[in-house]
């Protein structure tokens, strides 16, 4: 069993929809949980992070965490086509290191 | 402020033959990581250096993979010899001496192995 486990997709929606992406993993270790977006041939770039369990807004991204599942979720509202990429998820397993999920790629259509 | 930055951006060698990237992260950050990215799969870590010291190489295949730090600053990843197995996209990303979790990540070094 992997440590983190996501659906690498594609996710195909319309623009204007609401997007979930995911994660699971197996360490109840994980204290810091983060979510990365990847454009083609670009480095991951950090969009979002959470400590604990919880949920955190930045615009029209929303973060959750829920540690009893060992369960994260990125919401991301009235998506936009600019928001195709690829979104990795990342969890810090000491010492500063990740743990990064295969990444689920999202395709939204105008 | 600059970003972390790779060179080359795309290498293509045969297998057994040596190869070098080069990474300069943001300044002021003591922390620098090199991932290996399989297109694919998320990024796996190779290498972390705390300043010019070692601090995790635990995935990095030490028989064929080397890096180094010198002077705490830029890093040099090699490989020697290359299999095809490590045709991947590698990045190098750094985080600052607070927040560590936060990770900047280069445009990577995408190599091909014939």
């Known amino acids: 069993q992997k440590e983190v486990e996501q659906d690498p997709g594609p996710l195909s929606v319309p623009e204007g929809a609401i997007v979930s992406l995911n994660c699971t993993y197996s360490n109840s270790a994980f204290q810091y949980f983060m979510w990365y977006r990847q454009y083609s041939r670009k480095g991951p770039e950090l969009l979002m992070y959470t400590y604990s369990s919880g949920n955190k807004e930045d615009g029209r991204f929303t973060a959750q965490v829920d540690k009893s599942s060992k369960y994260i979720s990125l919401f991301i509202r009235d998506s936009q086509p600019s928001d195709s990429a690829t979104y990795l998820c990342a969890m810090e397993a000491g010492f500063q290191k990740l743990v990064f999920g295969t990444g689920t790629r999202l395709l939204v259509s105008p | 402020e600059a970003g972390v930055a790779q060179s080359p951006r795309y290498k293509i060698i045969e297998k057994r033959q040596s190869v070098a990237f080069w990474c300069n992260p943001i300044s002021g950050h003591a922390t620098l990581y090199w991932y290996q990215q399989i297109l694919g799969q998320g990024p796996k870590l190779l290498i972390q250096?705390?300043?010019?010291?070692?601090?995790?190489d635990s995935q990095l295949p030490k028989d064929r993979f080397s890096a180094e730090r010198l002077k705490g600053v830029d890093s040099t990843l090699k490989i020697q010899p290359a299999k095809l197995e490590d045709s991947a996209v590698y990045l190098c990303?750094?985080?600052?001496?607070?927040?560590?979790?936060?990770?900047?990540f280069g445009p990577g070094t995408r190599l091909t192995v014939t």
């Open positions: 250096f705390q300043n010019n010291g070692v601090v995790d």
């Open positions: 990303a750094s985080s600052p001496p607070t927040e560590n979790y936060e990770q900047y």
